[in-house]
């Protein structure tokens, strides 16, 4: 897969995360004002808990990773990436950081 590739389909994935995340919770989040309930209403049943458990870890491993490289390459900006990763989700804060990685790394192979 080309990088160009490799970068549309990241952004893509991230915008139609967004898109249905915007059209699917934004509504009835902004109704009754509640954000912790929102939150606590994707463990109302084994499944969807199944699924925000999986996404709550992907936040943290993703909030390592960037952690990690923030010391371990210098990678900036970082942080950013972790907190869309809570709001509006990890889709949208790995898809940044990848293109963020990707762009700071290319820039040091090029200055080298």
């Known amino acids: 897969m080309s990088s160009t590739l490799f970068k549309v389909t990241i952004i893509a994935a991230a915008a139609i995360f967004l898109a249905i995340f915007l059209f699917i919770v934004a509504p009835?989040?902004?109704?009754?004002?509640?954000?912790v309930g929102a939150f606590a209403?994707?463990?109302?049943?084994?499944?969807a808990s199944g699924y925000s458990s999986?996404?709550?870890?992907c936040w943290v491993i993703l909030a390592a990773w960037i952690a990690y490289e923030a010391k371990t390459l210098d990678i900036r900006?970082?942080?950013?990436?972790?907190?869309?990763g809570i709001i509006p989700g990890v889709a949208v804060g790995f898809a940044l950081y990848l293109l963020i990685r990707m762009r700071?790394?290319?820039?040091?192979?090029?200055?080298?």
């Open 41 to 47: 209403a994707g463990f109302v049943n084994p499944y």
């Open 104 to 112: 700071q790394l290319g820039e040091r192979e090029e200055a080298a």
């Open 54 to 57: 999986d996404v709550l870890a």
């Open 77 to 84: 900006h970082g942080w950013l990436c972790a907190l869309l």
């Open 28 to 35: 009835p989040v902004f109704a009754s004002g509640d954000l």
